[in-house]
């Protein structure tokens, strides 16, 4: 008789354990599924910032590539030609000379710049003090040669 009531007893202790433990597992889950939706639509929401971000630039825009490969020319490589020689004309006595301002306290260098499609791009400018940015049009010659023309900058005032 013993026996069976310490059964009893045991089984009884087993079951409220294991139910416990079973509980304690369903909220952890629980718990991680909630973090893991939340997580999802952050994500989702990133992806689209950087959708939306990347509206106007170059590998976006299916005309820009159409155009640029009808040259017989590469967006990557033409990306990566456009700002090399931009970024290499920082280190011109004066300051960059495609920016069209004079500088104030210092050369004008190009820090960023934006492909937004097969004709503009958008570049941030300054010389340490003052900041600025540019909208430049850029060609392509008969032997795809590129011909950088800024058509307007804008400096920000300092406070």
């Known amino acids: 008789m013993y026996l069976f009531f310490f059964a009893v007893l045991y089984i009884v202790f087993q079951y409220a354990n294991e139910k416990t433990i079973f509980e304690s597992q369903e909220k952890t889950i ?27 630039s170059l590998q976006s825009n299916e005309n820009a590539l159409e155009y640029i490969e009808r040259l017989g020319l590469e967006a990557a490589e033409v990306e990566a030609s456009i700002s090399n020689r931009i970024y290499d004309q920082n280190g011109a006595k004066g300051g960059n000379p495609i920016i069209p301002l004079a500088a104030v306290s210092g050369d004008f260098k190009i820090n960023k710049i934006k492909l937004l499609n097969h004709r503009w791009i958008q570049a941030d400018f300054s010389d340490g003090n003052n900041w600025g940015e540019l909208i ?11 011909d950088l023309v800024p058509l307007s900058a804008l400096l920000y005032s300092s406070k």
């Open 30 to 56: 629980t718990g991680l599924s909630l973090k893991l939706d939340k997580a999802t639509d952050s994500l989702s929401k990133v992806s689209e910032a950087i959708e939306d971000a990347n509206y106007f």
């Open 136 to 146: 430049i049009e850029y060609f392509f010659d008969e032997n795809n040669n590129i």
